[in-house]
T-cell receptor, first 114, second 115 residues
């Protein structure tokens, strides 16, 4: 079974631009979560989607948004990019939204903001 | 107080030794606990999950959970150089209303297994 896929893998943007990242979960998985990883802050939770509904949200500004489609694929968008948004963005999927479900991570999208 | 705390290391152990990685968490409502391994430049991969007090063994790995002490640990027996990586402790804290999960990660412990 194919794992979580994320596109693009690498991205370079300039301040003020916006970016959209895509995530395809493992086949049959209905829950998708997004994380930001930076050397200074570590792995931080952005949001979780289940059945096209945002179920939980981390402490990030409104410039960070996401959505989930009926096929469970998810996108996240960052508007008005800042230098501090440079990070590895990780998507993780799980079968459903039960608390004991394991989340499986994709390879990540590395975003560099210049 | 951080929600999930780990010693950042590096923790150096000789090949063949037991590596002991520790994690404490602050939210008593935490219900599920995970250890992920992350190699440099790669994404996290699951090593172990544990939900009940006590020990859970899987090959060379043993996870230990003590909810009263809010403490979870990972033991790696017969450590190999290929075990050298950053080990991330993650705690799932469920919202009281509306469902939804949120994995909160520690900053990770860097493990170095030396020949």
């Amino acid at each position: 079974k194919a794992g979580v896929t994320q596109t693009p893998r690498y991205l370079i943007k300039t301040r003020g631009q916006q970016v959209t990242l895509s995530c395809s979960p493992i086949s049959g998985h209905r829950s998708v979560s997004w994380y930001q990883q930076t050397p200074g802050q570590g792995l931080q939770f952005l949001f979780e989607y289940f059945s096209e509904t945002q179920r939980n949200k981390g402490n990030f500004p409104g410039r960070f948004s996401g959505r989930q489609f009926s096929n469970s694929r998810s996108e996240m968008n960052v508007s008005t990019l800042e230098l501090g948004d440079s990070a590895l963005y990780l998507c993780a999927s799980s079968l459903n939204d039960r608390i004991q479900e394991t989340q499986y991570f994709g390879p990540g999208t590395r975003l560099l903001v210049l | 107080q951080k929600e999930v705390e780990q010693n950042s290391g590096p923790l150096s152990v000789p090949e063949g030794a037991i590596a002991s990685l520790n994690c404490t968490y602050s939210d008593r409502g935490s219900q599920s606990f995970f250890w992920y391994r992350q190699y440099s430049g790669k994404s996290p991969e699951l090593i172990m999950s544990i939900y009940s007090n006590g020990d859970k063994e899987d090959g060379r790995f043993t996870a230990q959970l003590n909810k009263a002490s809010q403490y979870v640990s990972l033991l790696i027996r017969d450590s190999q150089p290929s075990d050298s990586a950053t080990y991330l402790c993650a705690v799932n804290i469920r919202k009281l209303t509306g469902g939804g999960n949120k994995l909160t990660f520690g900053t990770g412990t860097q493990l170095k297994v030396e020949l």
